[in-house]
């Protein structure tokens, strides 16, 4: 099943009442009033038909049917909150109407659409901050496929040690930067990163990490989780880099070799030696909600 992320901001006109309740019954949702005609003097509009509702409230009620209907998991944020609360929404649920009233104008009727979640999880700000740095930065309600299985795996209580694979794409390069600046990357051949320019996966498009190198040269990288025969491209685009630095390109494949001045380096070997590490663990438990 799919994951999303919906946030509940301070934007949401429900009354504080309406909020808690929300939040103490594991409920997600939306207040898209108005339909697509008038709104002067009208009630919100109680209707589960996406048609009956402007632009806006149409595209955000089909996906909430879609979710409903194919079941998810949810990451839920609610503004004056503390934390997230997760959950899962079972396959074949339905959309309901929540009534309460507005925040702006106390005596008007508001009309949520939402969705129950069951095995309700909630994290604590600390806990969640790393999971929740690849949060979707836009938008009310949507998709969230670089949670990658992280949500799910708290949500169904599943406490095996996190693989690989579990790692979002931000996670794999913080990952390759630490690594590089410890001393198994160092003996492994690698130049060690003393410092970073800018935060990883914040740089140019073709550079996933920009450092420098103890040796004062600089270090341009790229992370990648696909297989070195299929990654043409980010060597293309790291060709630029070549003689003015160290310039590494960490993928799926066996051996650290050399190609046309870039280092490959075997990404799944990296996390294999950061893993076996006292930090490694405790950044992985960090990572998936032990923080």
Request: charged share 25%; net charge neutral; with cysteine.
């Amino acid at each position: 099943m799919e994951t999303y992320f919906i946030r509940h901001t301070w934007k949401l006109n429900i009354s504080a009442e309406m909020r808690a309740k929300m939040v103490d019954e594991g409920l997600v949702g939306f207040h898209f009033p108005f339909g697509p005609g008038p709104r002067e003097g009208l009630p919100d509009v109680a209707s589960l038909d996406p048609d009956d509702y402007e632009r806006s409230g149409r595209l955000v009620l089909k996906r909430f049917h879609h979710l409903a209907a194919s079941g998810g998991y949810v990451c839920a944020e609610f503004a004056g909150t503390p934390g997230w609360m997760l959950g899962k929404v079972p396959r074949g649920s339905k959309v309901e109407l929540l009534y309460g009233h507005w925040r702006e104008f106390p005596h008007r009727v508001a009309v949520m659409k939402v969705l129950r979640l069951s095995q309700i999880h909630r994290i604590t700000e600390g806990a969640a901050a790393p999971m929740l740095v690849a949060r979707p930065r836009m938008g009310t309600f949507m998709k969230w496929a670089k949670a990658g299985r992280s949500v799910m795996k708290l949500v169904e209580g599943i406490t095996e040690a996190p693989t690989f694979d579990d790692l979002t794409a931000d996670q794999q390069e913080v990952m390759c930067s630490e690594y590089l600046r410890s001393d198994y990357g160092r003996h492994g051949g690698l130049p060690h990163l003393s410092a970073l320019v800018v935060p990883s996966g914040r740089t140019l498009k073709a550079v996933d990490i920009i450092g420098i190198a103890g040796d004062e040269r600089a270090i341009f990288a790229q992370v990648t989780h696909s297989p070195l025969t299929s990654v043409q491209w980010k060597i293309d685009a790291l060709r630029p880099f070549v003689g003015q630095g160290h310039c590494l390109l960490f993928c799926d494949t066996d051996t650290i070799s050399s190609l046309d001045g870039i280092i490959i380096v075997p990404i799944r070997t990296v996390f294999a030696m950061w893993e076996s590490t006292d930090l490694g663990k405790r950044w992985l438990e960090a990572n998936f909600g032990k923080l």
